[in-house]
């Protein structure tokens, strides 16, 4: 199945059967954070389709964008402990093995950055996943790790849903009224 049909297939599953709704924005945006398994799933695409289903739907705004957010948090929170855990150990497990200038890009942002790097890497698609893991790596203490964490998920995760769920709603009622 190609990217528009996972996203299709996604939509419609969540039109559906949207009581899953939560549940489903929150592992798809606890994918897209996680280290490895990020670059596997085509979580922000699906999350910025998904946000137009809010109002589609009459669904609620803050569970889902709070649901985003705590999955964004999730997967950074866990990716941090996996750096801090195994260490250098981190370059040979897959996909990382394959892949050593990914890690390297992380490693660069992290050391120019710092915290701040954290928040931000969220923000750049190649950096989501390995500046946590970096930031594990290198032993950054938790609680400012914690705070550049739960920031940036929550910026995020509204930066995801909201275009679908505020910006075309608007525009529509601006074009058509």
């Known amino acids: 199945m190609d990217l528009d049909g996972i996203i299709s297939v996604t939509l419609a599953f969540i039109r559906d059967h949207e009581h899953w709704t939560l549940l489903l924005v929150f592992i798809l945006a606890f994918g897209e954070s996680l280290a490895f398994l990020s670059l596997l799933l085509p979580a922000t695409v699906i999350l910025l389709a998904a946000g137009s289903l809010i109002p589609e739907l009459s669904l609620s705004f803050t569970p889902i964008w709070l649901a985003a957010a705590a999955g964004a948090w999730l997967g950074d929170w866990i990716s941090w402990l996996v750096g801090h ?9 897959w996909p990382l093995r394959n892949h050593p200038a990914m890690l390297a890009r992380g490693e ?11 928040f931000f890497g969220r923000f750049l698609g190649p ?8 930031a594990g790596m290198c032993r950054m203490r938790a609680l400012p790790f914690q705070l550049a964490n739960i920031l940036s998920a929550m910026v995020w995760a509204f930066g995801m849903l909201a275009p679908g769920a505020f910006g075309l709603p608007w525009l529509t009622r601006l074009v058509g009224g």
């Open 108 to 118: 660069r942002f992290f050391a120019r950055w710092g915290t701040l790097g954290v």
């Open 85 to 93: 855990h195994y260490q250098d150990r981190v370059r040979q497990m």
């Open 127 to 134: 950096l989501r996943a390995t500046v946590p893991l970096v």
